[in-house]
């Protein structure tokens, strides 16, 4: 069983630029959750994808914005980059996008907004 | 929304000794309370969870409680080892829009000292 991949590890964009991150689940699962952690603090939920469509969304601006394919795979677009975007970003796993789902975590991409 | 508060911020014990880290939560209906332990350079690790329809759970040396009346969860470590050094986040499961948004606490940093 293949757990949960994220690509890239890191990278390094200016501000103003836009950056696409890129998210494979785990085998079997149908929802995908993007989270945001900033250095020293924990994650915060950005939104969530389920079959597809995006099925939530934290309080984040519109220039974040995602998608998911028909395998399930997700991609976390980042428009118009400001420095405080700068922070891990997080895709978790889960089957059927319910509350008490179990989410399973990628190991993270490090944005870094010079 | 959900807010979850987590205690304390960092934590150091002797190999052998028991940790205790504490979260509570505000919003009644979140149902699911995960723990994660994340390494460095790696995303977070669910190590166990509870529902609310559950008091207390144990593996092995790592046990969760649940008081719903007082809205706040624990973590219980037994007998800890090196490896269990890392960062512990707590984390509480609310519905919104119908998606699983997990709230986290602001993480707890272990040192177990040899």
């Known amino acids: 069983e293949t757990g949960v991949t994220q690509s890239p590890t890191h990278l390094i964009k200016t501000r103003g630029q836009q950056v696409t991150l890129r998210c494979s689940s785990q085998?079997?699962?149908?929802?995908v959750s993007w989270y945001q952690q900033a250095l020293g603090q924990g994650p915060q939920f950005i939104f969530q994808?389920?079959?597809?469509?995006?099925?939530g969304r934290g309080n984040f601006p519109p220039r974040f914005s995602g998608l998911q394919f028909p395998n399930y795979s997700s991609e976390l677009n980042v428009n118009a980059l400001e420095l405080d975007d700068s922070a891990l970003y997080l895709c978790?796993?889960?089957?059927?996008?319910?509350?008490?789902?179990?989410?399973?975590f990628g190991p993270g991409t490090r944005l870094t907004v010079l | 929304g959900e807010n979850v508060e987590q205690h304390p911020s960092t934590l150091s014990v002797q190999e052998g000794d028991s940790a205790v880290i504490k979260c509570t939560y505000s919003?009644?209906?979140?149902?699911?309370f995960p723990w994660y332990k994340q390494e460095l350079g790696k995303g977070p690790q669910l190590i166990i969870d509870?529902?609310?329809?559950?008091g207390e759970k144990k593996d092995q040396r790592i046990a969760v409680t649940l008081n719903k009346t007082a809205k706040h969860f624990s973590l219980h470590i037994t007998e800890t080892q090196p490896e269990d050094s890392a960062v512990y986040f707590c984390?509480?499961?609310?519905?919104?829009?119908?998606?699983?948004?997990?709230?986290f606490g602001q993480g707890t940093r272990l040192t177990i000292n040899p």
């Open positions: 984390a509480a499961s609310p519905l919104i829009q119908g998606a699983q948004k997990l709230v």
């Open positions: 994808y389920y079959r597809e469509e995006e099925n």
């Open positions: 509870i529902r609310s329809n559950v």
């Open positions: 919003d009644s209906a979140s149902n699911y």
């Open positions: 085998s079997g699962h149908n929802t």
């Open positions: 978790a796993s889960s089957v059927g996008g319910r509350a008490s789902d179990e989410q399973f």
